[in-house]
């Protein structure tokens, strides 16, 4: 028996409730790969006239899943992958606000992104499943890692100062870097 269930959840560096369904097309997004960097062409939103920062980078995580249940034993397979999503990102139209140092610091949130990816892969496959507690687990470990990411990105700006503070920028990129790392095993 095959049992399918589809979740578009969603990650970002912005708040508020928002609807997947609306917040997901293809061409609106740019799935992570270890080659892609952004580019501010990427950034298709309109700037708040009234905001403080030079930018906004939303990402998502999109999560599917399917369980093959034989003899009683259920085996879920996941296809997890973060994503930027251009029309919900943005960067003021000034020059100053489109600089290196800056895009630098959209890109890592977008890492971050990824660095829940790779962690909820990890949670989600070392967990053993039973038919009645297949979503129940699923549902939790989502939420659970989710929430850590949310935080770590909520971190990242708060210690780095929205990247105003460049030896504590610096220490996130590294942070960022070695995580990637250390979770290798289990990018897409």
Do not use: C
């Not at 928002?18 to 097309?25: G, L, M, R």
């Not at 093959?68 to 029309?87: C, E, H, L, M, Q």
């Not at 297949?134 to 939790?140: A, F, S, T």
């Amino acid at each position: 028996m095959l049992h399918l269930i589809i979740l578009l959840l969603h990650l970002n560096s912005g708040f508020g409730n928002h609807s997947p369904t609306k917040e997901f097309s293809a061409s609106d997004t740019l799935a992570w790969q270890p080659e892609t960097k952004l580019t501010w062409n990427d950034f298709l939103a309109e700037a708040p006239s009234r905001n403080n920062f030079a930018a906004f980078t939303y990402t998502l995580i999109s999560m599917e899943y399917s369980a093959k249940i034989t003899d009683g034993k259920v085996k879920p397979s996941f296809k997890i992958y973060a994503a930027f999503n251009k029309r919900k990102s943005w960067v003021k139209k000034q020059k100053e606000a489109r600089t290196p140092e800056i895009l630098a610091h959209e890109q890592a949130h977008f890492d971050i992104a990824e660095i829940t990816s790779r962690k909820l892969r990890k949670a989600l496959q070392s967990e053993t499943y039973s038919r009645n507690n297949l979503e129940q687990k699923i549902n939790r470990i989502y939420q659970e890692t989710i929430q850590s990411g949310d935080e770590m990105q909520a971190l990242y700006d708060e210690e780095s100062d929205h990247g105003l503070n460049k030896p504590q920028q610096l220490q996130w990129l590294k942070r960022v870097e070695r995580e990637m790392a250390e979770l290798a095993d289990y990018a897409r």
